[in-house]
């Protein structure tokens, strides 16, 4: 997830955000909107179920109405013969549901020895009225149904539906009503007034309910056959049990039961059983007949309008989203295309190419803020890179300028030994081992004429330049004053003069500095504040130099400075240095102290002045091994050999 | 290097404690400086906790005492360690300013 990009991500948790709730609200909306239809075609249903029982029971009691009439016409008296075909006739023509009627006597009740006397007058198909005469040997009506029934309930009573023998297909039932004769203060059954009523009244009554599409209403009798479907087939044929069978539903068989027992309710059926698909099914009982009616309500169609406007709202819900993405896209790109541009610009400018320049980005809000300040920072980069270059390169140069000051100041020193006519009267040798830094020690030795070695050596208070340049000076000085022949403090007197000048910075310089007459050994000497020099006689022990006091040079213009004088004897040695030997630090933070530069002068005093020079110089070298050399090292050594020339 | 500098009678005590070498210098040198600027002019330095002074250290004092003569004043030492006395000895600076054993006697020293 988290190497995915930003626009994915956006559109990740938009979409999902915004779908979910658009599911929650489409299937909430679904929901009430289903419940809220089925309810209502419920509502629907029942009330034309009712209205259709109303209906029904209407044309039957009406109907019903004409037999029982003549039943108790009837029983209140006596009719001829005639008399009562006229009425049977009656019955029919004047009423057109009754397809045919009769009214059917007790055995020898309407006349004794009229076994049956039964008038009976129907309706043919071109409309004509026929009379016959029921009852004969091989029609022994009082085993009829429409006879029995009445008879042995003591009420009106309709038969079961039956089609019609006379062909036509149609549909009857009959409405028989016992009528009695009161003899000697107890009622008698005399007979049966019966009616053959056509049933396609009602049938048109129930196909005329149409329900949606696939939606019906079917009758079925008391005994629970159909005496109305759709399916005509299964009129007469079948009943709701034989379809509960066939489809092996005991749920079905129920609800017929219920429906013949005149129950009324609302069953929920799955598809297949009364419908292809799932249905409702609305029943309620014509109690006037014991017949039951059946309302069949297709549970999708019913729903067709919610589902419909579902998909659209689904539909609708889609491209809103779809139309949602694209414009995350959008906007996700406004923010990655710049994103984009500037890491790529910046990854050149990471690259040193400081001179790219950033995208253009015009816009008030925090892209803009922020490729602006890109832009800022690659200025502001260049410019310090530029700076910082610069810099460098003026370092560089000085640094390349020390080296080359460097190199001037150490060429000054003399390295050879100077040439003497004849032998060697005396050997003088120095090392000077420079700091990191240009320093301030010197050392310088020169013959100022045949017989006389002038040699001193320095140390410039601090480092750097400045110190370089001072003791460029001093070295000058002394060397120029003391080749016009004067003493060791005579000479320091002057040059002390000539520093003190312009010295606000208070700048100064120990000098050591002697003039040894070669012939005769006499060491005529003056000290500037320098470290005293050790001393070591042949066959003795090294010791310091006493030396005459005197101040630093540069600092105080009536600083005065004497003269003192030994002789040296030949095998004698000096050794000068400056307190870059003495201050030397190892790594333990010692010095490396006169106690040690005596000791190592001790162990090689029997050595050359190059020798010990050079001993020496190791031995400080090893002592601070590892530590960065902090001050300039300067060891001078001068042995007197005294050999004449 | 640690400074800490007060007032004591006439004097203006400095106490200087552990290096006074090039990287030092400035800063001890600025110390005094400022302390000659608020108007002292008698200054005692006491470098009893002062283990090392380079040339550097000596030409800082050079700066200061120069300026106090400048302006009629004067500046001593006390309790020097070896190492500062042998430096102090060699570039003969004890002809130039006053050294006392201790702080006391430096103070009782008009």
Redesign the interface.
């Not at chain 1, 140390?459 to 480092?463: A, E, I, L, T």
């Not at chain 1, 504040?529 to 005293?532: D, L, R, V």
């Not at chain 1, 006091?549 to 630093?552: D, I, V, W």
């Given at each position: 997830m988290k190497n995915r990009g930003l626009a994915f991500k956006l559109i990740l948790f938009t979409l999902s955000g915004t779908m979910a709730v658009l599911l929650a609200a489409f299937a909430y909306f679904y929901h009430s909107s289903k419940d809220s239809m089925m309810q209502y075609a419920e509502e629907n249903a029942r009330n034309l179920t009712h209205s259709t029982v109303y209906q029904i029971e209407k044309v039957l009691v009406g109907v019903g109405k004409v037999p029982l009439n003549y039943a108790s016409l009837l029983s209140g008296r006596n009719f001829e013969a005639e008399d009562i075909v006229r009425i049977v006739e009656r019955m029919v023509s004047a009423n057109p549901e009754i397809y045919g009627a009769a009214i059917a006597f007790e055995p020898d009740a309407f006349a004794a020895g009229a076994h049956y006397f039964a008038p009976y007058c129907c309706r043919k198909h071109d409309g004509h009225l026929t009379n016959v005469m029921l009852g004969d040997a091989s029609y022994h009506y009082f085993t009829m149904d429409w006879y029995q029934i009445p008879r042995e309930l003591n009420q009106a009573a309709w038969t079961e539906p039956y089609y019609d023998e006379g062909g036509g297909n149609m549909i009857m039932a009959s409405f028989s009503v016992p009528f009695y004769k009161g003899k000697d203060g107890e009622k008698r059954f005399q007979g049966v007034v019966t009616s053959n009523i056509a049933l396609n009244g009602l049938q048109e009554i129930v196909s005329a309910i149409r329900l949606y599409r696939s939606g019906y209403a079917f009758l079925i009798s008391r005994n629970g056959v159909f005496i109305t479907h759709p399916d005509s087939r299964l009129v007469m044929t079948n009943s709701i049990f034989s379809i509960a069978e066939e489809k092996k539903s005991s749920l079905l068989r129920r609800i017929g039961k219920d429906m013949i027992n005149g129950g009324e309710g609302l069953v929920a059926l799955q598809s297949g059983l009364l419908l292809r698909d799932k249905c409702r099914l609305y029943y309620a009982p014509l109690s006037s007949i014991g017949w039951s009616l059946g309302v069949v309500i297709p549970e999708h169609e019913l729903l067709e309008g919610v589902n419909r406007l579902g998909r659209m709202v689904i539909l609708i819900g889609l491209a809103g989203v779809f139309l949602l993405t694209i414009m995350v896209m959008l906007i996700a790109r406004t923010i990655t295309r710049p994103l984009k541009e500037l890491s790529a610009t910046t990854v050149e400018i990471a690259r040193g190419n400081l001179d790219t320049r950033l995208p253009d980005i015009l816009r008030g809000d925090e892209i803009g803020t922020l490729a602006r300040s890109f832009e800022e920072m690659r200025l502001a980069l260049k410019d310090y890179i530029k700076h910082l270059t610069e810099t460098t390169a003026a370092k560089e140069r000085i640094e390349s300028e020390l080296k080359i000051a460097r190199n001037i100041q150490m060429s000054f020193l003399p390295k050879a030994f100077p040439p003497l006519p004849g032998k060697n009267r005396m050997e003088i040798s120095a090392r000077l081992e420079p700091a990191r830094e240009i320093g301030g020690d010197l050392y310088d030795y020169s013959l100022i004429d045949d017989d006389h070695l002038f040699f001193a050596v320095g140390?410039?208070?601090?480092?750097g330049i400045p110190a370089a340049l001072f003791m460029a000076v001093t070295k000058t000085l002394l060397k120029g004053i003391a080749e016009t022949g004067m003493g060791p403090s005579v000479i320091l007197n002057r040059c002390n003069l000539e520093l003190c000048g312009e010295n606000?910075?208070?700048?100064?310089v120990?000098v050591f500095c002697g003039v040894l007459d070669l012939r005769t050994g006499r060491l005529k000497y003056s000290n500037a504040?320098?470290?005293?020099p050790i001393i070591v006689r042949r066959d003795g022990q090294p010791e310091f130099l006493p030396v005459p006091?005197?101040?630093?040079l540069g600092?105080?213009e009536a600083s005065s400075y004497q003269t003192m004088e030994i002789e040296l004897k030949p095998g004698d040695m000096l050794i000068v240095y400056t307190?870059g030997v003495t201050?030397a630090v190892n790594a333990a933070g010692e010095?490396y102290s006169h106690e040690n530069l005596m000791a190592t002068v001790r162990s090689c005093s029997s050595l050359s002045a190059e020798g010990i020079a050079t001993e020496i110089l190791a031995s400080v070298k090893l002592f601070s091994s590892g530590i960065p050399q902090a001050?300039d090292i300067t060891v001078l050594s001068l042995s007197f050999t005294g050999a004449k020339v | 290097m640690e400074l800490k500098g007060y007032k004591q009678d006439k004097f203006f005590i400095v106490k200087a404690s552990g290096r006074l070498d090039a990287t030092t210098a400035t800063e001890f040198e600025k110390f005094c400086l400022e302390s000659i600027q608020q108007g002292e002019s008698m200054l005692v330095v006491d470098l009893a906790g002062l283990e090392y002074m380079s040339s550097a250290g000596l030409r800082s004092i050079l700066v200061v005492g120069k300026k106090l003569k400048s302006a009629g004043g004067s500046l001593s030492f006390s309790s020097l360690t070896p190492n500062v006395a042998h430096v102090f000895s060699i570039s003969s600076f004890g002809s130039m300013f006053t050294v006392y054993d201790s702080l006391e006697k430096a103070l009782g020293n008009s």
């Open positions: 140390d410039v208070s601090d480092k606000d910075s208070m700048m100064f120990t504040g320098h470290e005293h006091e005197g101040f630093l600092v105080e307190d201050e010095l001050d | -």
